[in-house]
């Protein structure tokens, strides 16, 4: 952890006022210009009192502006990913308006700290418990650590229901669709209530209340989202074929992604269903999990991938992420090794994958792990990888603790 960050995780301060809500409610004036934002359960707004807590789905890079705009009488501190304040600019913004850091998938005391002087004060916390960005528009894990947050801070907790986002921007997009985007407020626990239940019931209901399926909301709404390239970053999601399982084929071309092995089209209608004229998925939610039970199915025990990386790790004086060394990454059923160059010396870090649990990846950029507070990020040579180290270690991971 470098010298610059300490400031951030020791200290978190109260929203500032005038930066606050020009950044969030601009943003949101932005948005509902060019979207049909609806707000539900506003009775729910109307009674939230200091301190709380409030929890939101995240499918998409926006959703703390759905969650929190509604909720304009409240400053809200953000509890937000190690990531945002590696680059020193946006890191001193987010501390301004009250954000403060997380590693992500590994204890945080500092964190745990911070969420504890804001409650004392009176203040309101946001978390996205899912902890990364969905990549195919619904839950796949919610981080059980929050569950004992909740639990140990013991004030009312509320949760943001935010559908349509996904299809707004979703992860591997670059772009912003046209479209439908609701919000809706759950009262999930009172302060009274967290102090009868056992940890277990907390996890169990938070699990329940923050599980989401983007395309079953569209089945009941079927509201369509306007684009050009609709299909415009999915190569960089979708690495294998469905129909020849060929893998690191796919390129798409404004509302189209096709396999160059098979020549296999899919169209991507403005509701975001998949046509072909051969059998295969046909939402992106399907596609993604035929790729991950592919894996399942056909990656044996002793199976590897190894991949020529740039690893990258945030600059000491807060400049973003530098280069810091060339290698090799290798990924198995017990781990991810990375072997090369840091900082001119040869070295080998080994990452337990039951430690690390899962691996984050950006579409066309790269794939991170947190580790002993520190973090990495690499870059493979074949950049459409990225997903793959996600998927594999998700699998793994399931192995583990199978």
Known sequence: M???FNRYKNKVRKPNFFLYYFLLLGSFWIL???LHIQVKNKEIIQKMNKPF???FNHPSKLDFIYAYAPLWRHRINTMAAYYYFCQKNVGDLMHLVGAYPKTLFSPDLSAIKNTYKIVKRKGSIGISPEGRLSPHGAMESVHLSTAKLIQKMGVDVYCAHIHGSYFVFPKWAKNIRRGLIEI?????FTSEILEKLELKEIENRLVQAMDYNEYAWQEKKQTRYKSNNLAKGLEYLLYRCPVCHEMYTLETNGNEISCSHCH??????????LHSQEKGPTTIKEWYEFQKEYE???IPDDFSLRSPVVLKMPD???KGFIEVGRGMTTINAEELIYQGLLMGEETKISFPIKKIQTILFGPNEDFEVYHEDEFYYFVPENIKECVRYTILADVFYERVVK
Not at 184 to 188: K, P, S
Not at 264 to 273: I, Q
Request: glycine share 4%; proline share 0%; hydrophobic share 35%.
């Open 296 to 298: 399942r199915k056909n």
């Open 264 to 273: 296999t089209a899919f169209a991507l209608d403005s509701k975001y269903y």
């Open 2 to 4: 470098h010298r610059h």
């Open 184 to 188: 809706e407020y759950e009262h999930l």
């Open 32 to 34: 509902k210009l060019l």
């Open 316 to 318: 000491k004086q807060g």
């Open 53 to 55: 807590i409030l929890l």
